[in-house]
């Protein structure tokens, strides 16, 4: 099996979402798996400029940034398609993902590559067979409610790239209660 764990938190040391997120793929690896990283807070890049929807721009009109992109595009696309289980780690920001995961998510938004478009105007997730778990932290946001826009989004998105088995795991509402919060993820996880 390949896991293919990223992490978002803008926040290397002390971030509880990749606490949760180790704790999680230390769970549910097993020997001979192989692990894919990714840090989003690494090397992400903005889509910016785009002459076409669905990152479609022939070669000959690309820039060197448009290529610089297309490059990244087509790693975390292969990232994707090439895993088995996929693990992300997200802290809600203002009532929402990271700059970063909605970066990535562009990036991974191919058109014909990760999702495609029937003729009559149906959108068709082409990766299948996957399993996602979500790793969701927050400070004071209830994960569920309705200034969660965070889990509907990423759900939302990873459905649109087809992936439909999706485990949520939350640690939520920390600066109200932390240690029953994390008691709770780490029970969530400890079940799995």
């Known amino acids: 099996m390949k896991i293919y764990q990223i992490d978002s938190s803008a926040r290397k040391e002390g971030s509880t979402s990749r606490q949760l997120s180790k704790k999680l793929l230390n769970k549910i690896k097993k020997p001979g798996d192989e ?3 990714r840090d989003l807070d690494d090397e992400m890049l903005f889509i910016s400029k785009l002459t076409e929807s669905g990152m479609k721009i ?3 009109k690309q820039t060197e940034d448009h290529k610089k992109m297309f490059e990244l595009s087509d790693k975390l696309v292969l990232e994707l398609k090439e895993s088995d289980i996929i693990i992300i780690s997200a802290p ?4 929402g993902p990271p700059a970063t995961l909605k970066a ?19 959108r068709i997730g082409l990766l299948k067979n996957k399993k996602a778990y979500l790793v969701i932290t927050s400070g004071g946001t209830k994960i569920g409610s309705k200034e969660d826009f965070l889990t509907p989004w990423l759900t939302l998105m990873l459905n649109f790239f087809g992936i439909t088995d999706i485990k949520i795991i939350s640690a939520d509402q920390m600066s109200i209660d932390y240690e029953k919060s994390i008691a ?7 079940n799995l």
């Open 35 to 37: 692990i894919i990283y």
């Open 184 to 190: 709770k993820a780490e029970k969530e996880i400890e």
């Open 92 to 95: 809600i920001y203002n009532f």
């Open 58 to 60: 022939p070669l000959e």
């Open 104 to 122: 990535w998510s562009d990036l991974a938004a191919r058109v014909d590559t990760t999702f495609k478009y029937t003729p009559d105007g149906k």
